[in-house]
């Protein structure tokens, strides 16, 4: 499995800004694939998930309302869609995805793959 994170860039506050995870080594059907961050000096902060077979998502409230997941079966590719951006989402974007039916996907060491990470730099 390999997961390739990408749409990374600087923008101003306020901006929008969408984010892509390619997956590729074997279907998704069942796995879960999760989003987090990682601002400098900080640890990696949970941002959401989405049940790739189901499309239900759950959010972390720091980005509830602001960030949106979805995900495409037919590109195997997973989205991150981020509105109304803040300088303090300025982090290292990250995509990870995880094949067990259950487990605290909030958590970074529930996940079993990752991808390499993408910067995301929100000016004021």
């Known amino acids: 499995v390999q997961l390739q994170a990408s749409g990374g860039g600087f923008v101003q506050a306020g901006d929008s800004l969408r984010l892509s995870c390619a997956a590729s080594?074997?279907?998704?059907?069942?796995?879960?694939m999760g989003w987090f961050r990682q601002a400098p000096g900080k640890e990696r902060e949970f941002l959401g998930y989405i049940r790739w077979s189901t499309h239900s998502t759950y959010y972390a409230d720091s980005v509830k309302g602001r960030f949106t997941i979805s995900r495409d079966n037919a590109k195997n590719t997973m989205y991150l869609q981020m509105n109304g951006l803040k300088p303090e989402d300025t982090a290292v974007y990250y995509c990870a995805a995880d094949s067990h039916p259950y487990g605290s996907y909030s958590s970074s060491q529930t996940y079993d793959y990752w991808g390499q990470g993408t910067l995301v730099t929100v000016s004021s």
């Open positions: 080594g074997r279907t998704f059907s069942g796995w879960v």
